[in-house]
């Protein structure tokens, strides 16, 4: 299950910095579009990345609080549903990794006791 659920985390962060990364921007200069694609990963998918460890150990304190960040990220990708086709085709990937890494985290904090705990 730990295997699964940073695999899951580590697939949510790269589609995510993808999506900010491969979607067309309009108007601006090569080196404001490369700072502001840079700046957005960090503040948008960083919180995520803090979580890698507690994925790795299935530390059951830091998945409840994955849980609970994971809600607002849901959210997110769920309004993004609505905008165009490229958007929505990486919201659509996002909400389903979001809700599999959910599940995951949810049944390693539930699930029985590792016999190193």
């Known amino acids: ?3 699964l659920a940073t695999l899951t985390l580590l697939t ?3 589609v995510g910095v993808a999506g900010i990364w491969l ?3 309009i108007g601006t200069t090569e080196q404001s579009l490369l700072m502001a694609r840079l700046i957005m ?3 948008i998918y960083f919180p995520l990345a803090l ?3 507690a994925t790795m150990k299935s530390d059951k304190r830091l998945l409840t609080w994955l849980c609970f960040i994971l809600m607002f990220y849901f959210c997110g990708y769920v309004t ?3 905008d165009p086709p490229p958007i929505r085709t990486l919201a659509a990937a996002k ?4 809700s599999v890494l959910f599940v995951f985290a949810m049944l390693a904090i539930r699930g029985p006791k590792q016999p190193h705990d």
């Open 12 to 14: 949510l962060i790269v």
């Open 1 to 3: 299950m730990r295997l």
């Open 95 to 98: 909400v389903a990794l979001t």
């Open 41 to 43: 990963s960090f503040i």
């Open 51 to 53: 979580f890698i460890p």
């Open 23 to 25: 979607l067309p921007s």
């Open 80 to 82: 993004q549903l609505l």
